[in-house]
């Protein structure tokens, strides 16, 4: 009976790493009869997977000595270091297992769990405690690939719907799958906004779900998982899905399919799992921001898994490694889709000056193009979005557009990332309900509303970078009914950024032009 226990636990959480609270947490959500087991019944099991090898053990986090030891990953170097913790604690350096994190965000306190001074990471804090006194295990993934059933010019040729750029895209996502897996591993789609680049993807999603493949489909944000849920649901309706993000409820967050969509928070709980990585909006926050995401997403794959980056705007570094020779070792491959799906031209942002802004914003002055802005947007009925650097910026502007027009009163709104009712107001802008929603840098993605205008107010702040103006310019012009829109970055002085952003858009729109994918003027 045991032995049917050990093989079923192994089944259930392979591709997995997890703190031992965890997996007990996941093995009792499952399980009917685990439930019934104490705690020291389930360490006898776990330590039985340890002893045969089937299971790696350690702490989750590290003491090492600053001799140069190097951690050894076994449940009995970790008791090794437990027993002389005590005795050489100014020569140990701390490394956190399950993030990578080091010294720096590791520190020490007085632990109830094990009596005395013990380390925690503050870094994956979010996740669970990782510390000294706490198990980390990790479970192989076995999972036997099977036959190829199905080649990859038959799945690209079960989406007739791709437009010409879009198919081209798409073919050079499944020719670099496909190719050996000593080569390079990485390769980036650069889609501008609007592309359809969650489509250019379905033709690799059913290569590999039909071959046994498994995927896991990353973004940094809660909410893209929300929207693309119900999409890949509807386009793969014969494979289970798991959604995971910090909301995903109890029963459901240990859930592991052949495809998993999730927060790249989540990928820290996988390990060596996924045939491949789709990393959606991998410029977003706060994946540029935190060592600990990449660490994660890449952990998430097998070793001879790859990933594919989603983006239309790349950072600076991978930018440069598109540009290496194709021969070089940091060349990144790549394939640009610089058209949207409708092939109209991207809508080109105009930059408007107006001295002393944020003065006369306060002192309610007249600002021409602010207010030609919202006059034409109302005769027009088109929804409005206007962005601003910070929040405590959106109850003045707000005040100014009513006191030189109350008619908006009614029909516009602020918004910002903690807005308990951003969704609400989001979903009433799409009704008619509201016309003009006012902004900081969270509507700069992931919102899709068709014959928007946009306005950019300070456009000149450091919070609007390259990057976040071209996706704010984005936003405009995606439906196919009203493809085109008024894009305006408004602010005192001009900047690089707002320079860059738009010869960005100017050198999609060329490139599509000299493809022949803009099918109108």
Known sequence: MKEEW?????????????????????????????????????????????????????????????????????????????????????????HCNRCGADERDIHLVYCHRCRGECAYCRRCLVMGRSSCCVLYYLFPCNRRKAKQSIHAETALHSYPQLTEAQCAAARSALEFYEGPSDEKQEFLVWAVCGAGKTEVMFPLLRYLLENGRSVLWATPRRDVVLELAPRLQRAFPNYALAVLHGNTPPQEKWNADQLVLATTHQALRFYRRFDVVIMDEVDAYPYTSDDMLPFAVNRARTLSGKIVYLTATPRPDYQKRMQKPTNHKDFLPHVKIPVRYHGHPLPEPVICRESKLNNRLRTRKPIHTLLSFIENSEKRGRPVFIFVPAIRQLPILYDYILAHNENWKTKAATVHASDPEREAKVMALREGRLQALLTTTIMERGVTLSGIQVLVCQADAPVFDEAALVQIAGRAGRSASVPDGQVIFMAEEVTGAMKAAIRQIKKMNRLARELGYISYT
Not at 38 to 57: A, H, N, R
Not at 59 to 86: C, D, N
């Open 6 to 94: 050990l093989e079923r636990i192994c089944q259930r959480l392979q591709g997995r790493a997890l703190l031992e609270e965890e997996v007990k947490w996941a093995l009792r959500s499952w399980e009917n009869e685990l439930k019934k087991l104490e705690d020291k019944e389930m360490d006898d099991l776990l330590g039985l997977l340890v002893v045969s090898g089937k299971v790696q053990c350690t702490a989750s986090l590290e003491a090492i000595s600053k001799e140069g030891e190097e951690p050894f990953f076994s449940f009995f170097a970790w008791m090794k270091r437990m027993l002389r913790f005590g005795k050489e604690n100014a020569k140990l350096a701390y």
